[in-house]
């Protein structure tokens, strides 16, 4: 589905990093990012141009592609790697920070990805998320159109113990994220920290 969506010229999602990203990027702690579900590249690659050292992971090869054509258009590296998050490892205290920014899974994959999360910030990491909410089926700008993959603050802070929450906000925003993210948005967007 995914190879599908991403087989045109353009960039779905736009090359410019996710707004509320950009706007807190500031928030990651230390150097070692791992930005999750990340298609064509485009926050990972702004993440390398900041300075930090992004690794990305997808399900796309085709979205590998992209964010690697991306990644040397703008002189920079990242390490992509396509794997299903059902079976990646993040690891154990690996990473400084993670994005998770529109990646919305089944409810069960979710869940398992949020506890691994947990165990794969090092102490002090920082959890960096923004989905859209079920209140976006009702406007239709983008994101499944299924309920049950999209999240809301009490499933967050059920799906991440563990984590201190510092910022846990469900906001309407307006969204300009190339012709695939395009409009009026029901988001969730957390800023959290490993214990």
């Given at each position: 589905?995914?190879?599908e969506r991403y087989s045109s010229d353009h960039y779905i999602y736009g090359t410019e990093p996710n707004q509320f990203l950009q706007q807190n990027v500031s928030r990651l702690g230390g150097k070692k990012i791992l930005c999750l579900a990340e298609g064509e590249?485009?926050?990972a690659v702004w993440l390398a141009r900041q300075g930090y050292q992004v690794s990305a992971v997808d399900a796309s090869s085709v979205g590998q592609t992209k964010a690697l054509k991306l990644a040397?258009?703008?002189?920079?590296?990242?390490?992509?790697?396509v794997r299903d998050l059902a079976c990646f490892d993040l690891g154990i205290e690996q990473w400084d920070g993670i994005v998770s920014i529109f990646c919305h899974l089944p409810p069960a994959l979710r869940k398992s990805l949020h506890q691994r999360i947990v165990h794969?910030?090092?102490?002090?990491?920082?959890?960096?998320l923004e989905a859209y909410t079920p209140r976006q089926l009702q406007l239709g700008t983008g994101g499944p159109q299924d309920a049950a993959m999209?999240?809301?603050?009490?499933?967050?802070?059920?799906?991440?113990p563990g984590l201190r929450f510092d910022?846990?906000?469900?906001?309407?925003?307006?969204?300009v994220e190339g012709t695939g993210h395009t409009g009026c948005g029901a988001v969730v967007q957390v800023i959290a920290t490993r214990r």
């Open positions: 589905m995914w190879d590249g485009r926050n040397q258009q703008h002189k920079v590296s990242i390490h992509y790697e794969a910030l090092k102490p002090g990491g920082v959890l960096l999209m999240m809301d603050a009490a499933t967050l802070e059920a799906e991440l910022h846990l906000a469900e906001v309407k925003r307006d969204i």
